[in-house]
């Protein structure tokens, strides 16, 4: 669901995030004054049955030139060993890494097997933070991430993922929010 289908939800996020210093933040590291998409500004559940997720870079999909910010916020507990699927993560800036391959299910995706061979190597680990109500991660276009998923997972997730761009490489098919 778009935050914008709740205009009132919209604005207090809105009051929330500039409270929380963000507006700052991510116009700091994007050297320009955020906007956020109405596109990827989303209230998003998460089943505990999933079968799948991949990993991805968000880059990957939103072009190589896009900078973002993500600002996920967790609305329930979850990761950790909580039941509920977080985000597995990996903690470590990489360039952007091959697509479809690896045995990735989308073109866009990372395949499990580089993500494997990486942690096999000791170039990285992967880490699944637990999140509590109102934790918050932020993140930029090349962090490496997925949706944990697992026989473990016995309740949905819900999260709200912001999405903000530097203006100068907004990408065309997004709907700009200036912050």
Not at 69 to 91: I, K, M, Q, T, Y
Not at 93 to 113: E, I, K, M, N, Q
Request: aromatic share 10%; charged share 25%.
């Amino acid at each position: 669901m778009w935050a914008a289908d709740s205009p009132r939800m919209m604005f207090e996020l809105l009051d929330l995030f500039s409270a929380a210093g963000l507006d700052r933040v991510i116009g700091d590291y994007l050297g320009e004054r955020p906007t956020i998409s109405l596109r990827k500004w989303v209230l998003r559940r998460v089943p505990a049955d999933l079968p799948r997720a991949d990993w991805h870079q968000d880059g990957a999909f939103l072009g190589d030139d896009v900078r973002s910010v993500n600002v996920w916020l967790a609305l329930s507990r979850c990761g950790g060993e909580s039941g509920s699927p977080g985000l597995d993560v990996v903690p470590r800036r990489v360039a952007l890494l091959p697509t479809g391959t690896d045995g990735a299910f989308f073109t866009w995706s990372v395949g499990p097997g580089l993500v494997d061979t990486m942690v096999e190597q000791r170039q990285t680990d992967v880490v699944r933070p637990l999140f509590e109500p109102g934790d918050a991660l932020l993140f930029d276009d090349l962090m490496l991430h997925r949706t944990a998923v697992g026989p473990d997972m016995t309740r949905d997730r819900y999260a709200i993922e912001s999405w903000f761009f530097a203006p100068s490489t907004y990408p065309a098919d997004q709907i700009p929010i200036v912050f």
